[in-house]
């Protein structure tokens, strides 16, 4: 089945500094690829969203490119603010083709924590 | 738009008893979700539905039940609370446009079972 594999938490940094955290995944057919942000006691928001081989997705700086030949789509930050600090999830949906619209696939997340 | 809304916000049980977590969304999404949120384990699919009156079991149905009668809403129901069940509850819905599957979350539902 479909699965997601981020990089292991937590991350910490200083403001300014440069953010990467890994995500690779495994599916079947052409899925579409996303990051979520949960702020402390919030849901999910979406951060940004790439739906086909080297599309990018980029949105208040952070940016992912929809890496198909590597099965990545690792999440970038030119310089992170203390405002960012929260936990980052990569996920999957759509692998196996219509059937598998309106469901998730997760990976176990990031803590990002950025100091000043 | 109120977007997806969750009710309630927190909840204690006892080991055996039963409820009912609420989901509702005003956006005419044809997709609902419910998921369970676990430290270290992201979030993991309970069930779904792809419309009114169709369910299906995601990564986790054991011990809760759905039902989709109208587009709008989607609720969870635990018939015997089991402290293995003391997690985070989301309910999402989405479309699809384009190939795209873009889900909206509520707010979550923090749930305890002693």
């Known amino acids: 089945?479909?699965?997601?594999?981020?990089?292991?938490?937590?991350?910490?940094?200083?403001?300014?500094?440069?953010?990467?955290?890994?995500?690779?995944?495994t599916a079947t057919g052409y899925p579409s690829l996303f990051w979520y942000?949960?702020?402390?006691?919030?849901?999910?928001?979406?951060?940004?969203?790439?739906?086909?081989?080297?599309?990018?997705?980029?949105n208040k700086g952070?940016?992912?490119?929809?890496?198909?030949?590597?099965?990545?789509?690792?999440?970038?930050?030119?310089?992170?603010?203390?405002?960012?600090?929260a936990v980052y999830f990569c996920a999957l949906s759509g692998g196996a083709g219509g059937t598998s619209y309106g469901k998730l696939t997760f990976g176990q997340g990031t803590i990002l924590t950025v100091h000043p | 738009?109120?977007?997806v809304t969750q009710t309630p916000k927190f909840q204690v049980l006892k080991t055996g008893q039963s409820m009912t977590l609420q989901c509702a969304q005003d956006m005419n999404?044809?997709?609902?979700?419910?998921?369970?949120?676990?430290?270290?384990?992201?979030?993991?699919?309970?069930?779904?539905?792809?419309?009114?009156?169709?369910?299906?079991?995601?990564?986790?149905?054991?011990?809760?039940n759905v039902s989709r009668s109208t587009t709008e809403d989607f609720p969870l129901r635990l018939l015997s609370a089991a402290p293995s069940q003391t997690s985070v509850y989301f309910c999402a819905s989405?479309?699809?446009?384009?190939?795209?599957?873009?889900?909206?979350?509520?707010?979550g539902t923090r749930l305890t079972v002693l």
């Open chain 2, 94 to 107: 989405s479309y699809r446009e384009g190939g795209i599957n873009e889900q909206f979350f509520g707010p």
């Open chain 2, 1 to 3: 738009n109120a977007g």
């Open chain 1, 37 to 58: 942000v949960q702020y402390p006691g919030e849901g999910l928001q979406l951060l940004l969203k790439a739906t086909k081989a080297d599309d990018k997705g980029s």
């Open chain 2, 29 to 64: 999404h044809e997709y609902m979700s419910w998921y369970r949120q676990d430290p270290g384990m992201g979030l993991r699919l309970i069930h779904y539905s792809v419309g009114a009156g169709i369910t299906d079991q995601g990564e986790v149905p054991n011990g809760y």
């Open chain 1, 62 to 85: 952070f940016e992912a490119t929809y890496r198909k030949e590597t099965t990545s789509f690792h999440l970038e930050k030119g310089s992170v603010q203390v405002s960012d600090s």
């Open chain 1, 1 to 25: 089945g479909d699965s997601v594999t981020q990089m292991e938490g937590p991350v910490t940094l200083s403001e300014e500094a440069f953010l990467t955290i890994n995500c690779t995944y």
